[in-house]
């Protein structure tokens, strides 16, 4: 896709939400990290859902350890892969302890190293947390970008390096939060409501099918 259409479609995108941010909710720089973690497989409704109370007792690696894997497990058991998470996220706790004063790394690679972190939650947490221009490319982002005409990658790694190379810089701060919204709430993946998308003239899917 040329970058004047590019342009043009987050001109668009971000006109009636010009800073957008996660929909999760959290209290700290750890309680997101923890957040976007659960919400792997998950939507940020029902991980809003299961921190509420979380986040309102136990919102430090040092509390949350305390809490233990067991007592995680009681308070995200209605999220998918509880227990697998409820595992990573007290190994990161005592990590965070040791290695890095109990804060959170805002470092790529050093965020990698973390149980339970792949490069979606790595690049969320440098987005929201630090204002790094990273694009984080969860489930919406990469059927979104794939079906608009913004990137072709098979894999969502492949599709945030062409997102990076294909949208200017001045938009990359929010790129990918103007995506996950769009694909949310109107680029649906069962069924994309194009009669109330604002950028379907732009659409390589919509071109298609129209």
């Known amino acids: 896709m040329e970058k004047p259409i590019v342009d043009r479609i987050f001109e668009i995108l971000s006109h009636k939400n010009q800073n957008p941010t996660t929909e999760l909710i959290y ?6 990290l923890v957040a976007v ?19 309102g007792r136990f919102d430090t690696p040092e509390k949350m350890v305390h809490l233990g894997e067991e007592g995680l497990k009681k308070y ?3 999220i998918g892969l509880f227990n697998h998470k409820a595992k990573n996220i007290i190994s ?33 947490v440098l987005n929201c947390l630090f204002n ?8 919406h982002v ?19 390096s062409e997102l990076l190379e294909t949208i200017d810089q001045k938009w990359s701060r ?20 194009c009669t ?10 919509y071109q298609e099918s129209g």
């Open 174 to 193: 929010y790129a990918h939060h103007w995506l996950i919204l769009h694909g949310r709430y109107i680029c649906k993946a069962r069924k994309p409501n």
């Open 142 to 160: 990469f059927r979104v970008a794939k079906r608009i005409g913004l990137a072709k990658g098979t894999t969502p790694e492949k599709v945030e």
């Open 27 to 32: 209290k700290n720089d750890f309680t997101l």
């Open 92 to 124: 990161l706790c005592n990590l965070l302890i040791r290695h890095y004063d109990s804060r959170v790394p805002n470092n790529f690679e050093a965020l990698l190293q973390l149980p339970g972190v792949g490069r979606k939650t790595a690049n969320v």
């Open 76 to 78: 995200i058991k209605s």
């Open 37 to 55: 973690i659960l919400s792997a497989q998950a939507t940020d409704v029902s991980v809003n859902v299961a921190t509420k109370p979380l986040f």
């Open 132 to 139: 790094e221009p990273t694009i984080a490319v969860d489930t």
């Open 196 to 205: 109330m998308c604002p950028i379907k003239l732009y659409c390589a899917y």
